[in-house]
């Protein structure tokens, strides 16, 4: 033998055994240190030591083929493999880790990495009388401090450890990919021996101590390891990790819940974690406007003691320290105690890894850009406004879209106040998550630099893609991340399914994220000639398919086909004002005119035998209400339509239909023209009473759709008595002072921002509601 | 009458009508103080491990059965125990029927022995109630002294070194309650009149109860707040527990009501609690179906009074079994506080969930006819 080996059995992440680790250490005076963990990052472990490190960190391995299967090493500053890892690194001692290679693990396994079969400390604890793993494993291995005085052994808590696993795993079998690992480490163990090395440390998780402790022979070994698949080739390397990536149950060993509250006890030099944490605690408490002073702290504090002793507990634990925290410092509320919690239980810490660190090419790019644009990565989350008429912010924008086409959502837009103002400020949420380092390795595959890759993901989805409307909105995407090159093969793409496609409701649907696309194009300055045409060819299309795909609909497809026309009808009128004015404003819009012979079509198109043979009354009504908004028709046309629709001749559902068509969206149009008013109340009053039970709920829905003060006017007027022709006149009958009028136009002209006044005409504005 | 007779209620003279925590439970808490071998704060009769036992339920090391008497998270009671022992005074808050004043007596029992010292929080608590009075007979014969002086509660809880309890802290006047700050603070109640104090001893503590639904009450100052621990008493977790709890009660007033036990009572408590719990919640028990949540509280102690008006019409007026219809009418009566809004609520509830449910046609029934 010759060489001494000795088994440091730990729980992942926990101070406790992290500072026992540290102790044993100290006292063993390895000559080499094996820590459970991929041997590829044997090469790159030396970077633990350099300055720019700083846990929470991990180790990140992935197929290079395939980087989507990777996995993760996470460590914490008080994990016990790190407390060994930086040991070895301050002292120049060799580093090895012995777990199975990620080369054969990554590809091996397939089920979810369990660790052991069981939850042996689980096992433990109710073997000592403990229904909580976590608070027994606490008492008796976290908080105690190792004994650094003279004559202490520092082993003996890992004897103890030890012994308790090795009763374990003779009550529960060991399961076939732990057996390959304990192999594995084994054969590294002799390797150690070989090299000649005289005291080895091995530090690995508590349940494999006693597989470690007994050697069976080589072959055995060999034979059982002969079973694993072949190598693939893999990269390893450092990635920032997070507190609360951490409390999450995955990477390996057990998720823990409290990270920050592992990170204080283990990080906290002096005598008193319990008052300096309370005081933390009531500091944060105070920055949220709870009041809570110094006295509170020291209530706390004794608290918190005494309910340790109470629970006969060594120390007063986590679960100790909330409770006093509830009960002294948040009067009892559970709100205030979850702020605690999640800002000082678990924590925002985000690691760092020196950039000598190696990574992905697209990596270094992302991390280039950050810096240039001044964007750190931080895991809390921030908001972001951006000003568009700025160089840096524009570039800020395109990274963060071109990221999110990646799948690294790093930014995610959000609604401000001051987003409706204007189109060229953006909001983003920002948050970093280190769970990107994989998305990163991930889209690595379609560039070595961010927009490259952009490019290459957008064009694979958009040959990838069936809907339409899908393909506009990358489309949409492609534009507002800046990738020209992108945007012709997507454009092909779209024109080639679009003229496939014959359903108009598809064609419908695709056309306003276009339009959009369009009018952000014209923001930020890129050009969208390409998607300019293609919105034209679709709208022309719809404008062609639109009236044959009303006839015949049933009153769901009525209902969905209306919010298609109002979305159309919107994309339309934007693609107009979009339009540079060089024909100049007289000259006669094809498309616009197109699309207003197409809403006339529709509203044409009566049921006159049955309803399959005609357009529904619900679509029909809100073709002419388009078209009066737009001035295309005026109100005495509207209201001769509306007499006919409501005439004794028509089906009275079809007729209700038609009203809230006519009236989705804006029943101001009631007020101003009596008329229209009357003619309702006069068809309503005629409806015979068997029929009006059927038509009721949809009056209803049209009703309840008004405004309430239209809806409260409404009915006032309609109490007021008779209407019709001859209601009582609500305007003032006093005839307009033109002169007056006159004076107010220069203001409105500017205000509306058309051009310079005299010749001002103004368009009778299109309901905004309406296009909703 | 063989239901009746148990081991408590066959010690203590039968007259009362409800007995004192202290006597009522005399036995377990003699058999606690025996075998507490736990370090015990000055004049606390059991240790404070014991006394969460005896709060908590439990088995001796010699078999005696300590039963529950709060039915709830462990934490809850150990936090309140342990807030006493620091001496700081416990402020239990809570909607109605969450058993605040139930644990502050019997948390009095246990650890003085006395659940008696008690000062009733109202709108109108005089100061002499939380301070001291005087005889005035006495104080007119012989001038002002100690035997003119007629101490309040809490002043006798100083002096004796015990638990006093003030209910319903909220409702009392802020110049009332602020009259605490010193006694907590300071430990210490000046008497100007004699030129006297009386201080008090170890021991001594307080125990606040106090309801966070109520509108119109006076908020605590923020410098009395700070003298007190608050502890949250929430509404029972799960259907079990509330059922276990409703029983247990229920079985109690029970006895000193002379109720007998009637067959059809577990299955009527689980129906009562089902339905308090689905429009409390604003859900079903399956989770599938929202409801609409009445204006009432519709705590567990309503629900225990419904079950007991039930055993108490089916005992009288009934056939001796306990049936749906003499605990609808108690149940509609507790979630028609508004008679309009809740009127709708409770018809929705009994129409649109109660209809439906498989072995429920009884009570779908009852409560179709008394909400009419």
Redesign the interface.
Known sequence: MGAEVTLLGVRHHGPGSARAVGAALAQLQPDVVLIEGPPEADGIVALAGEKDMAPPVALLAHVVDDPAKAAFWPFAAFSPEWVAIRYAVERELPVRFIDLPASQSLVAVQEPDSGAPKDPIGALAEAAGHDDAERWWEDVVEHRTPDTEAGADALAPFAAVAEAMTALRELDGNNRRDELREAYMRQQVRAARRAGHARIAVVCGAWHVPALASMPTVAHDRALLAELPKKVRTEITWVPWTHRRLSQHTGYGAGIDSPGWYHHLFTSTDDEPLARWLTKAAALLRAEDHPVSSAHVIEAVRLARTLGVMRGRPLAGLTETLDAVRSVMCDGSDVALALVHDRLVVGDALGEVPESAPAVPLQRDIVRLQRSLRLKPEAAERELALDLRKELDTSRSLLLHRLRLLGIAWGTPSRSAVNSTGTFRESWRLRWDPEFAVRIVEAAQWGSTVEDAATGKAVETALATRELSELTGLAERCLLAGLPAALPPVMRVLADRAALDTDVAQLARALPALVRALRYGDVRGTDGSALDGVARGLAERICVGLPPACTGLDADGATAMRAHVDGVHAAITLLEQGTPSEQGTEAADPLADRWAATLQSLARREPSAGPATGVPGLLRGRAVRLLLDDGRLDSEEAGRRLGLVLSMASAPADAAGWVEGFLAGGGALLLHDPRLLGLLDEWLTGVPGEVFTDVLPLLRRTFSGLEAGVRRTVGERVAAGPLGAAAVPTAPATALDQVRADAVLPTLTLLLGLPAAGSARIHRQPDRRSAS | MTTLTSELASEAPREVLREHAEDAFAAELAALAAQDDRPRPERWLLS??AV?TYLLGGELPDGTVITPKYIGPR?IV??A???L??D?AL?L?GVPGTAKTWVSEHLAAAISGDSTLLVQGTAGTPEEAVRYGWNYAQLLAHGPSRDALVPSPVMRAMADGKIARVEELTRIPADVQDGLITILSEKTLPIPELGDETQAVRGFNLIATANDRDRGVNELS?AL??RF????LPLPGSLDDEVDIVTRRVNQLGRSLDLPELPGGAEEIRRVVTVFRELRDGITTDGRTKVKTPSGTLSTAEAISVVTNGLALATHFGDGVLRAGDVTTGIAGAVLRDPVADQLVWREYVEGVLRERDGWKDFYRAARENSR
């Open positions: 404070p491990w969460a934490r150990e936090v125990v342990t807030t022992a620091t700081r402020l808050l923020s707040r700070r621990n608050t502890v949250v």
